[in-house]
Nanobody
Framework: QVQLVESGGGLVQAGGSLRLSCAASGRTFSNYAMGWFRQAPGKEREFVATINWNGGITAYADSGKGRFTISRDNAKNTVSLQMNSLKPEDTAVYYC?????????????????WGQGTQVTVSS
């Protein structure tokens, strides 16, 4: 089992920045690919970013390319999502997820462990 707890969400004006963090506990963190997903009201959960086991490979949804950066610290069992130049359309609940894989994964159904989510609200 892997337990995930997100933090760092909040209310920010358009153009601002937020840094989301996800603390993992349980199994060996470095055995897992990690991902960030988000879900806005009335919409499907969507992929935001993913990172492989050692941080050497990352991938982003087109909506976040150039604005979002995913990173991980295996010594601290954490994964982060730095979000810059935020837009109102980034408003959503953001979820951290873990998958028992060494490589990056884009689909939510590949992830077996999820955090409870953290709300990000971007005002215009």
């Amino acid at each position: 089992q892997v337990q995930l707890v997100e933090s760092g969400g909040g209310l920010v004006q358009a153009g601002g920045s937020l840094r989301l963090s996800c603390a993992a506990s349980g199994r060996t963190f470095s055995n897992y690919a990690m991902g960030w997903f988000r879900q806005a009201p009335g919409k499907e959960r969507e992929f935001v970013a993913t990172i492989n086991w050692n941080g050497g490979i990352t991938a982003y949804a087109d909506s976040g390319k150039g604005r979002f950066t995913i990173s991980r610290d295996n010594a601290k069992n954490t994964v982060s999502l730095q979000m810059n130049s935020l837009k109102p359309e980034d408003t959503a609940v953001y979820y951290c997820a873990a998958a028992g894989s060494s490589t990056i994964l884009y689909n939510a159904y590949d992830y077996g462990y999820w955090g409870q989510g953290t709300q990000v609200t971007v005002s215009s």
